[in-house]
């Protein structure tokens, strides 16, 4: 069974620190790799998509990938009390059409 | 507003009633597809959609759960007889169709069973 596991957390950082939230998937078919946000009783709002090796930068957030060690992990930089929500960690997965897997979401709280 | 529109935004149905959740997916989207969040659980894909096609529907329940996205209209998540663990936040993704294309998210349909 294709999983996704995001398993620290919640976690809490000081404003203006680093917050950095991991996730990792059971499937080397993985295609395609998401970070949504969810604030609380809002829907997921897509932040950050990432398909290849590296990382990918927008703005404050800092996505980084890593298909040989199956994990795909989030930056924010600068960590604003606004940034406080429950990040999800999202795969596509090769012959599955393209629904998404999600992991079970870090809580992030960004303390002023 | 060109997002995914769902509506309606809150359903409060009795156990036995039916429950019907609409979705419309974003302008240029032909792809929908519908996810449930139980309480305190992650976001389970249920059904995957294209204009008068089931792509995918293996993550829907075997009875009471229908899915259907008509040539006209919107998509349309129906839930016969509902039961207490009914009780979640039904969201409606819509996409290009590709898995390299992300999805985009409406705002949710909460559903609250009596």
């Known amino acids: 069974q294709k999983e996704v596991e995001q398993n620290s957390g919640p976690l809490s950082v000081p404003e203006g620190a680093i917050a950095s939230l991991n996730c990792t998937y059971s499937d080397r078919g993985s295609q395609s790799f998401f970070w949504y946000r969810q604030y609380s009783g809002k829907s997921p709002e897509l932040i950050m998509s990432i398909y290849s090796n590296g990382d990918k930068e927008d703005g404050r957030f800092t996505a980084q990938l890593n298909k040989a060690s199956q994990y795909v992990s989030l930056l924010i930089r600068d960590s604003q009390p606004s940034d406080s929500a429950t990040y999800l960690c999202a795969v596509t997965y090769t012959g599955a059409n393209s629904k998404l897997t999600f992991g079970k979401g870090i809580t992030l709280s960004v303390r002023p | 507003n060109a997002g995914v529109m769902q509506n309606p935004r809150h359903l409060v149905r009795r156990r036995g009633q039916e429950a019907r959740l609409r979705c419309s997916p974003m302008?240029?989207?032909?792809?929908v597809y519908w996810y449930r969040q139980l309480p305190e659980e992650g976001l389970k894909f249920m059904v995957y959609?294209?204009?008068?096609?089931?792509?995918?529907e293996s993550g829907m329940p075997k009875e009471r759960f229908s899915a259907e996205f008509p040539k006209e209209g919107p998509s349309i998540l129906r839930i016969q007889q509902v039961v207490r663990g009914d009780s979640a936040a039904y969201f409606c993704a819509s996409s290009q169709g590709y898995s390299n294309q992300p999805q985009h998210f409406g705002d949710g349909t909460r559903l609250s069973i009596l």
């Open positions: 302008k240029g989207h032909s792809h």
């Open positions: 959609l294209q204009k008068e096609n089931i792509i995918d």
